[in-house]
């Protein structure tokens, strides 16, 4: 350490010890003052220790012990918070001045219905709150329409209180009405501009709103009331991690833990970091450090199946993600990872049933089309293999696909479609849409889309039945419309990769690509988003500004991904970097040897780097599996000629 650096680590700690010694040596008024004022400015750790030295020197001082109370609900402590209500209780307060506060405390341990029972018929300075809390724990007991009408009562009741909309936020939020959540956020920020929790909750809705970039600021408002806040330290670690800000990220997953020791979102962070640097034995390491929180979230189960995946552990990858499947069935990265680690232990059948619901959209990636079509080959369906293969050979201009409605049965959605529409909540309507449009049933679709979309004009999700609608019947142009308004109120990468594609399917390339840029501007690490611009820039021999892109990519997903390494190559290859070309061109062909596409790109490169004999023998495979695809034809006609 340099001479500067142990000054200022000596000043740190005299500055420090003088703190703690004048907080010693203070008296309770003082340090209760001090408390209240850390709890006004919206820093309650520093509140915790000033009340909690106040009630050392005097156990009896019943402001104190309420105000540790408000303090450890803040921290969402809600046993700590429940032990100082009683004993405030005990100490002579009035149970009446306590319920709105022990029924916060029984709603963060997970007692809803209790919370509910015991802040039942506060009234007068404490009703808001009440109401509040009662609409929280009806959300946590998912019932949406006791939530709605305790919510609008804490508005009447307490309409300049930053605390209630911020609920109102999250409420808005849980029912998919982004417009009116970001409204309400908004208010909760002008009514207390140093609310910690609304301009954390601004900060998340943000970064669904207009991207990543756009969200970090509103952490940082956060962050500079409270540097201690560990939910708004958390989001802005994830933030961090996906604009690649990866040290940044670590910092703040680091603050986490020495400010919460064990917090398995931290350890989940750090996890998703050490995969993503292709460290697997490490993110097993430090995934474990979780001690089982995070098992049963699909975010947990995820990570740790692609971690037992990239270990050598398939067997244990499959056991988990059947399980996330089953609760996610529209989860495209849990089911191309089940579809992949059933391959691998050598179960074609699973992977074929795995793999059809996503191969069979219009949508589907090259990867999965070529998986599920080498699955088919080894079961001896080789007319089905050869179509699957043939598309993954063959990348198109693809239909935006619809959200998937898969989720629900036919007779779960019988039920549904017999139920009054007014009777049927925001998430439920979408699912019947959703389901409808996946059974093809598009005039009922588009008609109850239409009507939900009246309903619910916040909702992002409606826009984009709607456009799923019109684009099923064609109307690309009306789709794109649609896509707009949802990508007003969540730019999300779903909603802007519908856009995209609606304005390319009607012509306005232009525009098309006007929206790539920008969601590539907030969200600049976004595989996909990177695929789809390298992907343009091949569609457009632009081979220069496709390479970097891949390469970047290679850099960040390892030497595992046959598509981009296949693209790639040929990138190289056609700007005559045959060198550089050729052994990506292998690798790939290695990964995928049954795609005709990678036997295309590495006979022709073989050819072109001189090696006749064997590109032939490559491009006579690769006409076999993909016999329609002209392209593939023509090199085979160059090299016969050659």
């Not at 939910?231 to 690649?244: I, K, M, P, S, V």
């Not at 089309?369 to 198109?396: E, H, M, V, Y």
């Not at 649609?482 to 969540?490: G, P, Q, T």
Request: hydrophobic share 45%.
């Amino acid at each position: 350490m340099t001479e500067g650096r142990l000054l200022a680590a000596a000043l740190l700690l005299a500055v420090t010890a003088a703190c703690s010694g004048a907080s010693a040596s203070a008296s309770p008024e003082e340090a209760y003052r001090r408390g209240i004022a850390a709890l006004a400015s919206g820093q309650p750790r520093t509140a915790r220790v000033e009340l909690m030295n106040a009630l050392q020197a005097n156990p009896g001082d019943t402001r104190a012990r309420l105000a540790q109370a408000r303090t450890y609900l803040l921290l969402g402590d809600g046993v700590a918070a429940e032990s100082e209500v009683r004993r405030a209780i005990e100490a002579g307060v009035p149970a009446d001045r306590t319920r709105h506060l022990l029924a916060h405390a029984l709603l963060l341990q997970g007692e809803g219905r209790r919370a509910v029972a015991e802040s039942e018929g506060v009234t007068g300075e404490h009703e808001a709150y009440a109401a509040r809390v009662r609409g929280r724990a009806f959300m946590s007991l998912d019932d949406g329409a006791h939530a709605e009408a305790e919510f609008a009562r804490a508005t009447r009741t307490g309409p300049r209180d930053s605390r209630v909309w911020a609920d109102v936020a999250h409420f808005r939020r849980w029912t998919g009405d982004l417009a009116a959540a970001v409204e309400a956020a908004d208010r909760a920020v002008a009514l207390d501009p140093r609310n910690v929790e609304a301009l954390t909750l601004r900060g998340e809705l943000t970064r669904s709103q207009y991207g990543l970039a756009g969200a970090i600021p509103w952490f940082d408002r956060a962050l500079e009331i409270d540097p201690d806040n560990v939910t708004a330290l958390l989001e802005r670690a994830r933030t961090l991690g996906e604009l690649g800000r990866m040290r940044d990220m670590l910092a703040d997953s680091r603050r986490v833990l020495s400010l919460s020791p064990g917090h398995p979102a931290s350890y989940y962070l750090q996890a998703m970091l050490a995969a993503r640097g292709g460290d697997f034995d490490l993110a097993r390491s430090i995934y474990q450090r979780t001690g089982g929180r995070l098992d049963d979230t699909p975010a947990g189960m995820l990570l740790a199946s692609a971690i037992d995946y990239q270990t050598g552990n398939a067997g244990q990858a499959v056991l988990r993600l059947h399980r996330l499947v089953a609760q996610q069935p529209a989860n495209l990265k849990a089911r191309r990872l089940l579809g992949a680690a059933q391959w691998r232990s050598g179960d074609a059948a699973g992977t074929i049933a795995t793999l059809r619901p996503l191969a069979e959209r219009p949508d589907a990636d090259s990867y999965s089309l070529s998986l599920i079509g080498r699955a088919l080959a080894r079961q001896g369906d080789l007319d089905a293999a050869a179509s699957f293969l043939a598309r993954a050979a063959q990348p198109q201009r693809r239909a935006p696909a619809t959200i998937d409605g898969r989720g629900l049965s036919d007779a779960e959605l019988a039920a549904l479609r017999r139920t009054p529409v007014d009777e049927l909540d925001t998430p439920a309507q979408i699912a019947v849409v959703a389901a409808l449009l996946g059974r093809g049933i598009a005039g009922e679709a588009l008609e109850r889309a239409r009507r939900l979309q009246r309903a619910s004009p916040g909702a992002p999700d409606a826009h984009v039945l709607v456009g799923d609608a019109r684009g099923i019947g064609g109307d690309f142009a009306g789709a794109a419309e649609e896509y707009r308004k949802a990508a007003n109120l969540a730019f999300t990468e779903p909603v802007a990769f519908r856009l995209i594609e609606a304005l390319q399917r009607s012509n306005r390339q232009a525009a098309a690509d006007r929206v790539l840029q920008l969601f590539l501007q907030q969200n600049p690490r976004n595989v996909s988003a990177l695929i789809m611009l390298a992907g343009r820039h091949m569609q457009v021999r632009n081979w220069a500004g496709a390479a970097p892109i891949y390469e970047g990519l290679r850099r960040r997903l390892g030497d595992r991904d046959a598509t981009l390494l296949n693209n790639l190559a040929w990138a190289y290859s056609e700007q005559g970097e045959h060198e550089r070309a050729l052994p990506l061109a292998r690798r790939a062909w290695e990964l995928d040897p049954a795609n005709p596409a990678t036997a295309d790109t590495l006979g022709w490169v073989l050819f072109r780097s001189g090696a006749r004999a064997e590109g032939l023998a490559l491009l006579e495979r690769a006409v076999r599996g993909a016999p329609s695809n002209a392209e593939i034809r023509r090199h085979l006609e160059a090299v016969r000629r050659g």
